[in-house]
């Protein structure tokens, strides 16, 4: 007997909140001669009757590296101080030949941009502590420059150290409200 789960054929209704220790938001970009991955520690995500919004916490971006944490929190990248919130909010969410395409508004140093986001949703499914669980895998790719991320520098051998193209991933957990 398999324990995985199928992907699901709609999006369920009511609301799901996140689970946020069985859940992660995330970033990757090209640097250098590879790819490299970062985080937010704190961040909410909820859906609503199939419409997904969420929110990121800047100062709680974790890549490992307190330097670089806060580096990436200074205007030159995500100006914590004048703008403590990444936010999201989605279309109406809907499967399609077992995956999830919505459009969506993305706000990130102020700036919102439309982007499309492509996943999959799994369950709904009953937990070992009577509650219903749904899981949402979702990610969209953004030109960082579009939302003011201007920060540059070149390596030695020309060309930049970081690249432009940021992929933008959530693997959210959801619990349904009662």
Known sequence: MSNILEQATEVPTGTWRADTIHSSVGFAVKHTVGSFKGGFDEFDAKLENGVLSGTAKVASVDVKDEQLNAHLQS????????????????????????????????????????????????????????????????????????????????????????????????????????
Do not use: C, M
Not at 86 to 99: A, M, Q, T, W
């Open 75 to 178: 205007p030159d990248f995500f100006d914590a101080e004048r703008h403590p919130e990444i936010r999201i909010v989605s279309g109406p969410l809907h499967v399609e030949n077992g995956r999830v395409v919505v459009g969506a508004e993305l706000e990130l140093r102020g700036v919102k941009r439309p982007v499309q986001l492509t996943g999959t949703i799994t369950g709904p499914a009953a937990d070992p502590w009577g509650g219903e669980r749904l899981g949402i895998d979702l990610e969209t790719e953004i030109d960082r420059t579009d939302f003011g991320v201007n920060w540059y520098a070149e390596l030695p051998n020309g060309g930049p150290v970081a690249g432009n193209e940021v992929q933008l991933t959530a693997q959210l957990e959801l619990v349904k409200e009662a």
